[in-house]
């Protein structure tokens, strides 16, 4: 993908993926590790809806907000085995819709799986739902915790990335120069 360079003051949308609450947040990357919230929501779609309208109910959405806030990066949770098979293929279905969207934008795509998102916001892998929305409150200096947990999610996510993304590319520099 090619999309726009990180750099300070970039956009970056963070998704937590699902068909039936998606999270969705866009956050200003400042120097450091500061970071703005722009704006957090949550995209339902009717559990009794057909797939193919459900999905496309979070494609029209996620591509509505990519529209308004343009970000130059999208950071989303990878899937992982839940348990309960349907979950995770529909949360995979969810995935590709949202992955399709950002394509269509050249927008480049980064994957973390929970407990990455959760060590780097909290400092602990296992962290729970209400510490994690404890802890994206005071990162981004809310006046409440967003709710519901989905939109705290999707905040974490784009925090991670801010983050994360200047040491990754650090490393894949140092890889590719050797």
């Not at 949550?42 to 797939?51: F, I, N, S, W």
């Not at 343009?70 to 348990?83: N, S, T």
Request: charge should be positive.
């Amino acid at each position: 993908m090619t999309g726009r360079p990180q750099t300070d003051d970039s956009l970056v949308m963070g998704i937590d993926p699902g068909l039936t609450r998606c999270g969705l947040s866009v956050v200003r990357a400042g120097q450091g590790r500061s970071v703005v919230p722009v704006a957090v929501g949550v995209v339902r779609t009717p559990a009794d809806e057909a797939l193919p309208l459900r999905l496309r109910r979070l494609s029209d959405a996620v591509e509505s907000w990519m529209d308004d806030y343009r970000p130059d990066v999208v950071a989303i949770e990878r899937v992982f085995e839940r348990g309960n098979v349907s979950t995770v293929m529909n949360t995979a279905h969810a995935v590709g819709v949202l992955m399709l969207s950002a394509a269509r934008r050249d927008l480049p795509v980064h994957q973390y799986t929970p407990s990455e998102v959760k060590k780097a916001v909290s400092g602990n892998g296992r962290a729970d739902k209400r510490q994690m929305t404890n802890m994206i409150t005071r990162i981004l200096g809310l006046s409440e915790p967003p709710k519901p947990a989905d939109a705290a999610d999707a905040l974490a996510l784009a925090v991670c990335h801010c983050w994360r993304s200047p040491f990754s590319t650090l490393v894949s520099e140092r890889k590719s120069s050797l």
